[in-house]
């Protein structure tokens, strides 16, 4: 569904991605692991638009997306989850959701019902200011506004960065509940234990190339050791 092909990406003078080659494959979960600053979330910005690569190719069902901007990566079928999750703090829970679904281009005044299935926790905060909401709140709300887009393709970075462990929980459920439905997802993260569960495929990035890859069941905790803990 996902292919990207020697990637290079740099910002300015400097070279973040040195040829990156990953896919990801329909219904399944891919975790990209990695250091701090490897680049992770340049991968991410790159495969949704936001970053123009120096070269290098990301085929998205056979279709070459270098020449599409963000918003139309987005019509075709990407979702991204930004890290830091980006929520638009004085707008209201409701208003954030509405947002995704005017993204797609449809008309807007209903939330669908389906968001309350997974994070029945945003029904009571829907008249709640973005900015007042806890960190795991708002981390639901940014994959809530991502869904009523329908995506094919979920891009989600590092979701459980700086969250409690139940809301932990909830969301593990989510990103199983979404896989479940057909939509592959590319997960960043540096929670072992979560990618570990959720993930069918690891790549492991180190300065911005790929340097370990295989299936999840098969990642070793010498691997772990090797290249992922400080
Ligand atoms: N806008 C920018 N301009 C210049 N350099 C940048 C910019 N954004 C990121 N970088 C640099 O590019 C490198 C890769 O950053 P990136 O955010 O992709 O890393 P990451 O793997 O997502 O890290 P983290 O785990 O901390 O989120 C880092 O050295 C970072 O300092
Ligand atoms: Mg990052």
């Not at 990209?32 to 490897?38: A, C, D, E, K, S």
């Not at 809301?167 to 896989?179: F, G, L, N």
Request: charged share 25%; proline share 4%.
């Amino acid at each position: 569904m996902l292919n990207i092909h020697q990637l290079k990406v740099a910002y300015g003078q400097s070279t973040i991605l040195r040829g990156v080659d990953l896919e990801v494959n329909t219904g399944h979960v891919v975790c990209l692991m990695g250091r701090n600053g490897v680049g992770k979330t340049t991968l991410l910005k790159s495969v949704i638009g936001l970053l123009v690569p120096q070269s290098g190719k990301i085929f998205f069902n056979d279709e070459d997306l270098i020449q599409r901007r963000p918003d139309e990566r987005a019509r075709q079928g990407i979702g991204y989850v930004p890290q830091g999750r980006e929520i638009f703090p004085h707008l209201s829970v409701r208003e954030n959701l509405l947002l995704g679904l005017a993204a797609r281009g449809e008309a807007f005044d209903t939330v669908p019902a389906e968001v309350y299935d997974l994070f029945p926790a945003l029904k009571d905060l829907l008249h709640r200011k973005g900015g007042d909401l806890s960190g795991g709140q708002q981390q639901q709300l940014a994959i809530a506004r991502v869904l009523v887009t329908k995506p094919k393709l979920l891009l989600l970075d590092e979701p459980t960065e700086g969250i409690q462990p139940s809301i932990i929980d909830v969301i593990e459920d989510a990103i199983v509940r979404i896989k479940q439905t057909g939509v592959s997802i590319l997960l960043v993260e540096q929670y072992l234990q979560f990618a570990w569960r959720l993930a069918d495929e690891y790549y492991v990035m180190e300065k911005g190339t790929i340097i370990s890859k295989g299936s999840t069941k098969d990642l070793s905790e010498e691997e772990v050791q090797q290249h992922l803990t400080v």
